[in-house]
């Protein structure tokens, strides 16, 4: 599902991951300001994943995986 709301569960659990710590320690950030950023990104990507299928049918597409 590529719906807001799914998308930021994905992302916020990902942010919350120990591996990260290291990267956002590099940025000087803290957990909160990540999630601040990224929620910026989840509208424009949700109305592209929407657009995008909407464009072809299921059939039509190559399977794929997406990670955070």
Same mark, same amino acid.
């Given at each position: 599902?590529?719906? $807001? &709301? =799914?998308?930021? /569960?994905?992302?916020?659990?990902?942010?919350? /991951?120990?591996?990260?710590? =290291?990267? +956002? *320690? %590099?940025? !000087?950030? !803290?957990? /909160? &300001?990540? =999630?601040? &950023?990224? &929620? /910026? *990104?989840? $509208?424009?990507?949700? =109305?592209?994943? %929407?657009?995008? +299928?909407?464009? *072809? !049918?299921?059939?039509?597409? $190559?399977? +794929?995986?997406?990670?955070?």
């Amino acid at each position: 599902s590529f719906a $807001p &709301e =799914k998308l930021q /569960e994905f992302a916020f659990q990902t942010v919350q /991951e120990i591996r990260h710590l =290291k990267e +956002m *320690y %590099r940025l !000087n950030l !803290n957990q /909160e &300001e990540i =999630k601040q &950023e990224v &929620e /910026e *990104y989840l $509208p424009s990507f949700s =109305k592209w994943a %929407r657009d995008f +299928m909407h464009k *072809y !049918n299921s059939a039509d597409l $190559p399977q +794929m995986q997406l990670s955070l």
